[in-house]
């Protein structure tokens, strides 16, 4: 195992074509860099000799016990909180089977509410308060 070193959300971790992202760490597909998805100690581990990818694994632990973390591509289960003209707030309560210990809002935007006539979406007959939907991480901000 590697050198700890105390990273927070966002902070790079290293590069997709040098590493693997491990638990609490993500790659983002349009720079193909792995950041941190939560507060904690940065890890690199090895591949085990017989892996096919040879690259190590660099994963965030040990700061504090935490539940699951939204990263882009997962699957949420949220709770609406608020409806505006063009977006909705949501409090995110799951992040695929588990549920989350801190909190996250996401948003809901307009364009991403249906593939056609986005321009006909109305956000308030869409969403109430308090509904609950079940939606896809596109990305993540802290």
């Not at 965030?60 to 949420?76: L, N, R, W």
């Not at 979406?121 to 596109?138: N, Q």
Request: some cysteine.
């Amino acid at each position: 195992m590697g050198e700890a070193e105390l990273v927070t959300p966002g902070e790079v971790l290293g590069r997709a074509t040098e590493l693997k992202a491990g638990k609490g760490a993500y790659v983002a597909p349009h720079n193909k860099t792995i950041y941190a998805s939560l507060t904690g100690f940065r890890r690199i581990q090895s591949p085990p000799p017989d892996s096919p990818d040879q690259r190590p694994t660099v994963e965030v632990t040990g700061h504090k016990a935490h539940g699951a973390v939204p990263e882009p591509g997962s699957v949420v289960i949220a709770r609406v909180t608020k409806v505006m003209a063009r977006t909705a707030s949501a409090d995110i309560m799951c992040v695929g089977p588990k549920s989350v210990k801190e909190k996250f809002t996401g948003i809901i935007r307009q364009q991403d509410v249906r593939a056609t006539e986005i321009d006909k979406v109305d956000m308030h007959l869409s969403f109430r308060p308090g509904d609950i939907v079940r939606a896809v991480v596109v990305s993540f901000m802290m």
